[in-house]
């Protein structure tokens, strides 16, 4: 795990080749998935951001996450306070399955990050939330409440994703007709 930290640590925030190399020749196991989760929690905010950029990278790959990892990850997103890191989970959880055991943290996290400072954020925290409402119904009234507050949104890019969450989840564009 030093090794890792020794590398997150090297990340600047704006170039990202110490990240890319980490993600690149790192192998995406299990023990080093937890020890990336393990590092999203450092007191360092880069160090933060670089762990989930690499398991967002990895993600993004097609690498599967336990439902063990899905839970830190939700957990992570309650906890953390920078974008960064706040937006690469929330991305990941787009896409995830989440255990039923989350799903209420996932709910109350998502809903409060979709009125993030960050347009970013706000963006894909509705995304995550349709996800959540997806395989989870009993979630969708509150995810159809989130989606009309967020469709004001000034920022095209919040319009833009609401828009996609309507037309890619049947059951809401049925209920927001």
Do not use: C
Not at 22 to 38: C, F, V, Y
Not at 74 to 93: A, D, I, N, Y
Not at 112 to 139: I, M
């Amino acid at each position: 795990m030093q090794n890792l930290l020794r590398i997150l640590e090297s990340f600047d925030g704006k170039h990202a080749e110490p990240l890319v190399e980490l993600a690149d020749g790192t192998p995406a196991s299990e023990a080093n998935i937890q020890k990336l989760l393990a590092l999203a929690e450092h007191d360092q905010a880069l160090v933060r951001a670089g762990a989930t950029w690499v398991l967002k990278r990895w993600h993004d790959r097609g690498v599967n996450f336990s439902a063990n990892a899905v839970a830190t990850m939700v957990r992570l997103l309650g906890q953390e306070t920078e974008w960064g890191s706040q937006l690469h989970l929330v991305q990941m959880l787009t896409i995830l399955e989440i255990p039923k055991a989350s799903a209420r943290k996932l709910k109350a996290e998502a809903a409060k990050l979709a009125h993030s400072e960050n347009k970013f954020v706000r963006a894909w925290a509705t995304s995550a939330l349709a996800n959540l409402a997806d395989q989870h119904p009993a979630y969708r009234h509150a995810a159809l409440k989130v989606f009309a507050e967020v469709e004001q949104d000034a920022a095209a890019s919040v319009k833009a994703r609401v828009r996609k969450v309507l037309k890619q989840f049947h059951w809401a564009r049925r209920e927001s007709e």
